[in-house]
């Protein structure tokens, strides 16, 4: 049986009108309204949805935008960041090696110092002794007299002594020469006389 053209009109009228009805209720159900709600409620439904739908792709791009606004902003600050970082991180190498550089002059400094102090102590202790040497012969306190002066006469009895021993020997030495010049002359003189008495 062959359908007529309004039979088959009528039945696309009546399946368009079925999908119509499914689709307004699909609708219906996903906006959360009555399913046998007007079609001016679902159109109003509908269009507040888009109109919520474009507002929040409004603000989802404004998001966005600021988002990356925010991100530019961050990532400038980081690069700052990391510039200030190398040039503090420059800063205290360069601090690091001058503390190093100065521990070493203070430690050569340190080391000239004690050198210098210590030859300063010797060079002192040297004038102390010497500076005590000298108070103690200017130093005439009567004991140091007293021993000096014994001193002075032990030497002159002992040199007054030694020139009386010198006289003596010397005293001595003369007589024993005159003596000896004596027995020389009479053994001169005897010796003469017995060549004297055979030229007779």
């Known amino acids: 049986m062959v359908e007529t053209d309004a039979e088959l009109q009528l039945r696309v009228w009546k399946e368009l009108a079925i999908s119509k009805q ?3 209720r699909t609708a219906a159900n996903a906006l959360k309204l009555d399913p046998d709600c007007t079609e001016q409620d679902l159109k109003e439904a509908l269009e507040a949805t888009i109109k919520r739908s474009v507002e929040a792709d409004f603000n989802a791009s404004k998001a966005q935008e600021e988002a990356r606004n925010a991100i530019a902003a961050m990532e400038k600050k980081l690069a700052e960041s990391r510039k200030s970082l190398d040039d503090v991180e420059a800063r205290l190498a360069e601090a690091l090696a001058n503390q190093e550089k100065i521990e070493h002059q203070l430690t050569n400094s340190r ?21 005590k040497a000298v108070s103690a012969t200017l130093s005439d306190t009567p004991e140091n007299v007293l021993k000096k002066l014994k001193t002075l006469k ?17 005293a001595a030495v003369r007589k024993e020469k005159q003596s000896l010049e004596q027995s020389l002359r009479e053994l001169q003189a005897a010796q003469e006389k017995p060549e004297e008495d055979k030229a007779a």
């Open 22 to 24: 499914m689709l307004m």
């Open 111 to 131: 080391s000239s110092h004690e050198i210098q102090v210590r030859k300063l102590k010797e060079s002192l202790a040297e004038k102390e002794r010497a500076l």
């Open 154 to 170: 032990k030497q002159k009895m002992d040199e007054s002594d030694a020139r009386k021993k010198a006289e003596e020997a010397l």
